[in-house]
C-alpha cells in the first residue's frame, strides 16, 4: 500500500519554465490537497478537490492550475514559473465523513500526506 | 477567516522531560483538530485527531486535548526521547462550507540526550 506519492521528488526550473507535479493515492479517497510549505509562513492551501472532476481554490492559488481527471491522481501544473514558487509541494489525500448527528456536527478527515516535492525556480 | 497559532515556535528540552505543546485557533466552529508530526525533510504524520464532539485523544506517551470554545489545544508528551525531535504542527478542520485545513506554522522540538 504505497500511500500518496508524489513525482518528481526534486526538480529545478528556469523562470518561465512550465511544469506539473503528480500526486498519485491508491486509497481511494475522495478528497486530495495540494500545499505549499516555505519557512516561516508555515503550510499553505494552494487547490484542492472534492471528488474526481471537482477542484477549488485554496489560499494561495495564483500561478497555479490542478486538474482531477481521475480519482486517484491531481495534478498541480506551473504554467510559467516565478522564482516566488520555489517551495516544497505537498499533496495530500483524505476520505471525508461530514455529518450531523443528534445536533452534533463532527467529521472525520485523517489527512494522508505524500513525502514532498521540492521544486526551485531560478 | 481560520487562523491558527502555535506557541512556542521552537521548544529544547532535556531527554526525560514531560512537555506541553500549544495551539490556539480563533474560530470555534470546527469539525475537528489534528496534530501532526513532520520530521526534517519529509512530509507530515498525523498524529491525533480529536473531533469537535471531544475532549481529548490518547495515543501512547501522547495525549491531545481539546477545549473549542476557548479555541484552545494541547498536545503533552511524556517522558519526552531524542526520537521525539521534530516539528509538529496542528491543523483545524473549520465548518462552513469549504471543509478544508487550516495549519499552524508549528513547534520544532528538540530533545536532548
Known amino acids: 500500500n504505497a500511500g500518496v506519492t508524489q513525482t518528481p521528488k526534486f526538480r529545478v526550473l528556469k523562470t518561465g519554465q512550465s511544469m506539473t507535479l503528480l500526486c498519485a493515492q491508491d486509497m481511494n479517497h475522495e478528497y486530495m490537497y495540494w500545499y505549499r510549505q516555505d519557512p516561516g509562513m508555515g503550510l499553505r492551501l494552494i487547490h484542492y478537490s472534492v471528488g474526481e472532476g471537482t477542484t477549488a481554490k485554496g489560499e494561495v492559488p495564483d500561478g497555479y492550475n490542478v486538474s482531477r481527471l481521475k480519482k486517484q491522481n491531481f495534478l498541480l501544473g506551473l504554467e510559467s514559473a516565478a522564482p516566488s514558487q520555489t517551495s516544497v509541494y505537498f499533496c495530500?489525500?483524505?476520505?471525508?465523513?461530514?455529518?450531523?448527528?443528534?445536533?452534533?456536527?463532527?467529521?472525520?478527515?485523517?489527512?494522508?500526506f505524500g513525502a514532498g516535492s521540492r521544486l526551485t525556480v531560478l | 477567516k481560520q487562523e491558527v497559532t502555535q506557541i512556542p515556535a521552537a521548544l529544547s528540552v532535556p531527554e526525560g522531560e514531560n512537555l506541553v505543546l500549544n495551539c490556539s485557533f480563533t474560530d470555534s466552529a470546527i469539525y475537528n483538530l489534528q496534530w501532526f508530526r513532520q520530521d526534517p525533510g519529509k512530509g507530515l504524520t498525523s498524529l491525533l485527531l480529536i473531533q469537535s464532539s471531544q475532549r481529548e485523544q490518547t495515543s501512547g506517551r501522547l495525549n491531545a486535548s481539546l477545549d473549542k470554545s476557548s479555541g484552545r489545544s494541547t498536545l503533552y508528551i511524556a517522558a519526552s526521547q531524542p526520537g521525539d525531535s521534530a516539528t509538529y504542527l496542528c491543523a483545524v478542520l473549520t465548518q462552513g462550507g469549504s471543509e478544508k485545513l487550516v495549519f499552524g506554522k508549528g513547534t520544532k522540538l528538540t530533545v536532548n540526550p
Open positions: 495530500a489525500s483524505s476520505y471525508a465523513d461530514f455529518g450531523t448527528v443528534l445536533g452534533r456536527t463532527s467529521g472525520a478527515n485523517v489527512l494522508t
